[in-house]
Nanobody
């Protein structure tokens, strides 16, 4: 099995910064991609940022403010969030597409989620 453990959420004022971290462990043969999603109350879960093979992509709403970085060798991913806005409030989930053995398809694994609240 594979486990993803997140850390770094909390309460921050508008304009502030937070850094989220996620580490994957367990039966990992290869890590194809890692990403951060978020879900605000009453809304669907949405992709915030993803990293794969050195390439990154971001939701339009966070471009220029958030930076994702991943370390495939350590199976970790971080999300540096700057200039936070109240609309960034939500539960942030770490996601990883992981193969647990050679010749298998990558499977989505999820962390338990960490709350980010941007409020004055």
């Amino acid at each position: 099995q594979v486990q993803l453990v997140e850390s770094g959420g909390g309460l921050v004022q508008p304009g502030g910064s937070l850094r989220l971290s996620c580490a994957a462990s367990g039966s990992i043969f290869s890590n194809n991609a890692m990403a951060w999603y978020r879900q605000a109350p009453g809304k669907q879960r949405e992709l915030v940022a993803a990293v794969s093979g050195g390439s990154t992509n971001y939701a339009d709403s966070v471009k220029g403010r958030f930076t994702i970085s991943g370390d495939n060798a350590k199976n970790t991913v971080s999300l540096q969030m700057n200039s936070l806005k109240p609309d960034d409030t939500g539960v942030y989930y770490c996601n990883a597409k992981i193969k647990t053995a050679w010749g298998t398809r990558p499977v989505d694994y999820w962390g338990q989620g960490t709350q980010v609240t941007v409020s004055s």
